[in-house]
């Protein structure tokens, strides 16, 4: 969905290695989501934010860390990059609404490779 | 440890023919069900979903069932066409708009 865009794509990093994955949206919504997938995993959640002020661990926050800088922006940083963080890395968003509340939009992902 | 549970792992199907997908989860709060399709490349898109206090639900060539009693719920994709060749994900969260817990997926093939 363009209206949620990840930066970098694609990225390779080494061991030890700092990075951050950037998320934007233009929907306007409130709420922001973190996920990993792995092959014959499905989606697990890293982490999520309600709204600027409140951010909550999902499954599997170990080894990652978040900042929602804005209404419109969820960063995801891997503080010392590993091996197994090796995946594909998507940001979703849905509406705070009763109705609009009913659908995550999802972004194109990042592939991370860590060497 | 997997909340949704998802079967098969892979599916083909030939043209023309049903569908079926399946997922059984153990949380009794869980009371919010979506699919997510999701192709290679994109990120997943939600497909259709239900609320616990249906049994079914359909929307056009998909139908989700559900058996709240035996904690079970399926997708059936009617007349498969190639064009939905892709990745198809359960869900279950508390309440729409809460973290979803998905299954990991079935990679469908429809020939």
């Known amino acids: 969905d363009a209206d949620v865009t990840q930066t970098p794509r694609n990225r390779i990093t080494k061991t030890g290695k700092r990075i951050m994955l950037e998320c934007s949206q233009t929907?306007?919504?409130?709420?922001m989501y973190w996920y990993r997938q792995d092959p014959g995993l499905g989606l697990r959640l890293i982490y999520y934010?309600?709204?600027?002020?409140?951010?909550n661990k999902g499954e599997i926050s170990d080894g990652y860390s978040v900042s929602r800088q804005a209404q419109a922006k969820f960063s995801l940083s891997l503080e010392s990059a590993i091996p197994n963080q090796t995946a594909l890395y998507f940001c979703?968003?849905?509406?705070?609404?009763?109705?609009?509340?009913?659908?995550?939009?999802f972004g194109p992902g990042t592939r991370l490779l860590v060497l | 440890q997997q909340q949704v549970k998802q079967s098969p792992q892979s599916l083909i199907v030939q043209k023309g023919g049903i569908s079926i997908i399946n997922c059984a989860y153990e949380?009794?709060?869980?009371?919010?069900f979506p699919w997510y399709q999701q192709f290679p490349g994109k990120g997943p898109a939600l497909l259709i979903a239900?609320?616990?206090?249906?049994s079914e639900k359909k929307e056009g060539r998909f139908t989700i069932s559900f058996n709240k009693s035996a904690k079970q719920f399926s997708l059936h994709i009617m007349d498969s066409q190639p064009g939905d060749s892709a990745t198809y994900f359960c869900a279950a969260s508390i309440s729409p708009g809460y973290a979803l817990n998905f299954g990991k997926g079935t990679s469908l093939l429809v020939t």
């Open positions: 934010s309600f709204d600027v002020k409140d951010i």
């Open positions: 979703a968003t849905s509406d705070n609404t009763a109705q609009g509340r009913e659908t995550q939009y």
């Open positions: 239900i609320r616990p206090d249906v």
């Open positions: 929907k306007g919504h409130d709420r």
């Open positions: 949380n009794t709060a869980f009371d919010y």
